[in-house]
């Protein structure tokens, strides 16, 4: 009788072990698709609906992509420090194609946005580095997390990405066609190049390009700099 108890009560929590062994198995395994599913969506490619972010300007105020509904936002990368960034700001490069594009797309958003380390613990610096330079910006985001950063997979400053009024990601890349990185400037500026053909309704083309200037040392120490 003893036997039989001892036998049953065993063979109950052998079960038991197995049903709580399983359902902890289920649930790591829920648990590492849903991390593999986010970590697919960690990056925004070109063609892709680019979701909703909440950034800080160099002020210290909010800056929301929702707040841009239905405009064209272009992003640029940019570093008080970059030698090519500084080159194609002081230049008036940077000016010239907000200009150009406002002519093309009165409308359209330029978002600034300093992703390196370093230099974004100075917001007051990027402030001072774009009003100098007579960049009108919509905003001048400080990254210093990196998390929009590697949100876009910045690598470069300068580095460029446009999204339409749809919210669609459908430019990424170089500021231009430079063939020396930059030390001259090229014949064709690809944000320009992209708000024309949206406005003409045209496929983007290029939509993809590899971007030049120095690379972004993200301030994490879990974080790969960006080199282009």
Known sequence: ?????ALSLLVASTFAFTAVSMAAAGDKKKKDEA???EKKHDTVKVGDKVPDFTATDVNGKAVKFSDYAGKTVVLEWVNPGCPVCKHATESGQVAKMITDAKAID???VFLMVNSTGS???NPKATADY???NKVLASAAIIDG?????????AKTTPAMFVIDSKGVLVYSGAIDDSSNDG??????NYVVNTLTQLKAGET???????SYGCGVKYASSNAKSKKG
């Open 1 to 5: 009788m003893k036997k039989n108890l």
């Open 35 to 37: 991390a593999q599913t």
């Open 106 to 108: 009165p409308s359209v």
């Open 119 to 121: 230099t974004a613990q």
């Open 130 to 132: 774009l009003a100098t």
């Open 145 to 153: 997390d990196g998390k929009l950063g590697h949100m876009f997979d």
């Open 183 to 188: 030390e001259t400037p090229g014949k064709t």
């Open 204 to 210: 983007v083309s290029p939509s993809t390009t590899k």
